[in-house]
Nanobody, 124 residues
Framework: QVQLVESGGGLVQAGGSLRLSCAAS????????MGWFRQAPGREREFVAA????????IYADSVKGRFTISRDTAKNTVYLQMNSLKPEDTAVYYC?????????????????WGQGTQVTVSS
């Protein structure tokens, strides 16, 4: 079992920034990738960003490219999501997830464990 705990969400004005963190604990595999997804009210969960084991080739949803940056601290089993130039349409609950493979994936079904989520609200 792996536990994931997100933090860093909150209320911010459009154009502002937030940094989300996700700490993993429990029985963590030797190699893994991590991702961020989000879900707005009335909408399906959608991919935001992911980083593989090597952290060399992160992937991003087109809607956040150039504004969001995913990074990880392997020693701390923690992944971060730096969100800049936030827009009202970024408002959602943000979830982190862990995948038991080195490679990244856009697909929620490829991830093994999920956090409880952290609310991000961007006001206009």
């Amino acid at each position: 079992q792996v536990q994931l705990v997100e933090s860093g969400g909150g209320l911010v004005q459009a154009g502002g920034s937030l940094r989300l963190s996700c700490a993993a604990s429990g029985t963590i595999p030797s190699f893994y990738s991590m991702g961020w997804f989000r879900q707005a009210p009335g909408r399906e969960r959608e991919f935001v960003a992911a980083t593989g084991w090597s952290s060399s080739s992160p992937i991003y949803a087109d809607s956040v490219k150039g504004r969001f940056t995913i990074s990880r601290d392997t020693a701390k089993n923690t992944v971060y999501l730096q969100m800049n130039s936030l827009k009202p349409e970024d408002t959602a609950v943000y979830y982190c997830a862990i995948r038991y493979y080195r490679s990244v994936s856009y697909y929620a079904n490829d991830y093994n464990y999920w956090g409880q989520g952290t609310q991000v609200t961007v006001s206009s």
